[in-house]
Structure formats: structure tokens, C-alpha cells
């Protein structure tokens, strides 16, 4: 019977798929367990400075009684919240400048040195500028956030604009449409999957926005504690907080590609 | 009294650092009802007159004149059809075919009940709620000709209509659009690369030659053929004969290639 048969290869792919994958997960955990292993036997039979170095077992006391005394509560949601609304900003603000620059061709040329300067500037160095204008608090923090991924989202966002086949607008325009009416029913729509995409990188650049504020402003959250950790040598501090970092960093570039997906599919 | 006339159009087309004569003084005018053909090599400037009939796009000079009335300030509704569907993607093909009636927010049961008839016309049947990916290139050809019926438009710009089509779709199509058109009165204007087309379909072609598109010559189609369907017009005794004629003109035009 070649039916049983070609069922039964099919089965053996899915077998040999199964293996590797538990071969991959089986790395991956070895991988984590003996990080953290040995972080943990070096800093106790002193390899390494315990003192510089921290432990995993000092790390993981520290962040459970900060957690139960809600302190660090407090910092990560505070991080969290600035993060989450510096991406928001960030994002949408940038994909209405990269309309408005789509809206007038010569406001786009006029723009364009300044943007190419913008991009090339690092924007963290504004820092300071920013903390000066809107005070040393989380507006300024969650304002660098925004503005590191802001210019490049412009200019993404804008030359997929331009990108979009000119014949669709010509379709439009044969119906009498407007130039508004261009954008909304053909430009924007068209250009999605390129907003989209710009979604996944400002993740990962508001963190930095948002990190590096809080190192400057120094009056909370997680950035803060790496700073004050340092300054205060408790090493132990800025792991814990670097963990934290690491695994809220990761659930929101998770998020942000499930959501991602979801956009894909429904939009196109 | 003519409706559609065009006077010395001449038509450059500019890129950074060249420019290219796509057309070089166009003179022709279409009678009300009419039905011409553009016939010519590729790259003879047949999509760009159309693109400048439709008023999307601005010839450098020269007149077009819609019912005496500069074409730019003309208000009569013209179907353009592109020379690819250009079926938007991310839109069911009813949502596709409504765009002209979206644009101009006159969209109601009556124009949606219209869009599924004329679809069902074409010989596309339960594909409204599909997406263009999933039909073929015939199929979604079918759909952007019913997008550019459903405006109910006084002129129809056609530009190779029903090159993607297998033969025998297309000979259906040809009558379809051929008894549509007569039966509203309807001008149009049909570029196509296929002889036995233009001379089944129209009135009048009119024959292009490249470098600079210009006319090289307009032939009047015999009054006999004119009143046929195009799938009996191509098997009428005088077909033949005009073939050759066109034939030979267009063989004058062109280098020899072959
Ligand atoms: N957007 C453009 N920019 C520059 N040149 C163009 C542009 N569109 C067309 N041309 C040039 O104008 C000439 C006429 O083009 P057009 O598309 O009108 O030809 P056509 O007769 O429709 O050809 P085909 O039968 O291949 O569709 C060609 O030489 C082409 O290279
Ligand atoms: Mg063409």
C-alpha cells in the first residue's frame, strides 16, 4: 500500500523534526544551567571576585527581598511604563512626520539634510538638552525613548511611502480621488508591512532611550539601580537589575512579534 | 460633433538626466459612441496617450478637448484601465471592484448588487470575498474590467484588456464588452497588439508608429464588420482582406527584425 507507506515516511520526518527540537531545547537549557553553575562556583571558590562578581545565589536573594519589600515593584514598572509609552511615541510619531513629509514633496527635500543629520546624530548625547528643557523626571525619560527610534521610523516609514507602485494612485486617480484619498486608500495601506516591520527594532531602541535616561536622571528604575549600584559597590544590585532587563526586554520583543503576526494577518 | 478630439498633443517624458519624445503630434477625434483602437509596436506611446486622455497625467503640449472642454476641467466620469489589473492586494475583490463608488462615496445596495452581476457576467462566480492572490491572471484581468465598468463611465480607456486571457476567454470577453458598450452608447478607446482585436472590435484603428510615437495611419473598419459581434467579424469575408492591409502597414513601420 504506497498510501501506508508514504504515511509512514511522513511520520518518521515528523520523528526526526521532534528529536531535533529536543536536541536544540536540551542545549539551550545546558547552556543556562551551566552559565549560571558556574558564575556560581567561580564566585564561591573565588576564581572570580565575589565582591565584583556577585552570585547567582546573592542575585536571586537580593531580587526576592526587594520584590516582597515592593521596592523593586516599583522600579520595574516604572521602567516598564517608560519603555512601553517612549516606543508608542516614538513609533507613531514618527510614521505621521513620514506622512506629513509624503503630503509635500518640497517640505520632504527641505527636510532632508536635517534628517540625515538627525539620523547620523547619536541621540543619547542629547540627553542632557532634554533632561535641561523637560526636567529631571519620567517625561524627559520617556522623551529619549521616543526620540531614538523617531527619525529612523521617518525615514523607513517615508521611503516606503514612496515605494508604493505610483499605478495604484493612478487607478484612484482615474476614479477623481484626492490626494488625501491616494494616501489612505492606497499609500498607508500599502506601506504596512514596512510599519510593521519598524515596530520589532524600536523595541529594542527604547530600551536604550530609556536606560540610558534613567542612568542620567538617576531617580528611579531599573537604570537607576544599575547606576546606584555601581556607585554604591553592591554589585549584586546591578545583576539583579541587568536580569530583570534582560528577561522584560525579551517578553516585550515577544510581544511586539506576536503582534506583528497578528497586524500581518489582518491587514494584508 | 465630436467628443473626444486631440489637437498637436505632444508628450515628453523627463528622468534625471535624459528625456524621452513618447509623443509626437497626436491629432485625432472620436464621435460619441464611437469605438477606435490604438494599434501599434510596444513603446509607440499607446498607455501614455491614454494616461493623458484620463487626465492623470499632463502632455507637455498641444490640446485634448472632452466635449469641447479642456479634459482637465471636464467632469464626465472616464474608466481607465490599466494595462496591469493593479487589483489592491489587501482587498476582497468585491471591495476591489467598489473602489471607483468608494472614492466617490456613492457605494449602496444597488451598485453592490451591479458589481456581483457584472462579475458574475465575466464568468467569475463566488470570488467577492476572495483576495486577488487567489485568483489567476485572466481572472483578476476580468475583475479590473468590471472595476472600470461599474462607474457607469461616458468614455472607456482600455489598455490591452484581455492580454492575459487564454484564447477562447478572450473571444467571449471581446463580445461581452463589445454588446456592453454598444448597448450604453459608450465611447472607448482599446490599445491592443492583436490586429484581429482591433479589427473585430472597433470603427476606426488607428495605427501607431515608435520613435517618437506618431499616427502612421488610420484605417475605417467596413460598416459590415462594425455592426458584427467580434467572434462572427473575425470570420466575415472582409476581415481578411483589411488584416493584410494592416498587416503590411505595420511591417512598412517597423525595422526589419525578423
Ligand atoms: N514613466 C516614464 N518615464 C520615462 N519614460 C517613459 C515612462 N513611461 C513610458 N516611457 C517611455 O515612453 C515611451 C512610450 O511608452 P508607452 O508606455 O506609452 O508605450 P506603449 O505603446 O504603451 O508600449 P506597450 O505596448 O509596450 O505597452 C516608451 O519609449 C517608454 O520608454
Ligand atoms: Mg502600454
Redesign the interface.
Known sequence: MPIKEDSHIFEKHQQRLKREKRVVMGWQVFILVGFFGLWELASRENWIDPLLFSSPSKVYNLLIQKFSDGSMISHTFVTLFETLLGFIIGTLLGIVLASLLWSSSRFSKIADPYLVILNAMPKVALGPIIIVALGPGYISIIAMGAIISVIITTIVVYTGFREV?P??E????????TRW?CFK??VF??N?PVMISTLKVNVGLSWVGVIVGEFLVSKEGLGYLIVYGFQVFDFSLVMSALILIAIFAAIMYKVVERLEKWLIKH?? | MSFLTLENVTHHYFTKNNYTKALEDISFSIKEGEFVSLLGPSGCGKSTILSIVSGIMKHTSGKVLLENKPITESELAIGYMLQQDYLFPWKTILDNVLLGPIIQDNVDSDRINKAKELLQEVGLKDVEDKYPSALSGGMRQRVALVRTLITDPKILLLDEPFSALDYQTKLKLEDLVFKLLHAYQKTAILVTHDIGEAIAMSDRIILMSANPGSIAKIFEVPIELRNEMPFLARRHPKYQSLFDKVWEELNKNEPQTV
Open positions: 507602485d499605478n495604484y493612478k487607478v484612484l486617480l482615474s476614479f477623481g480621488a484619498q486608500s492606497a495601506p500599502a504596512l491587514t494584508t
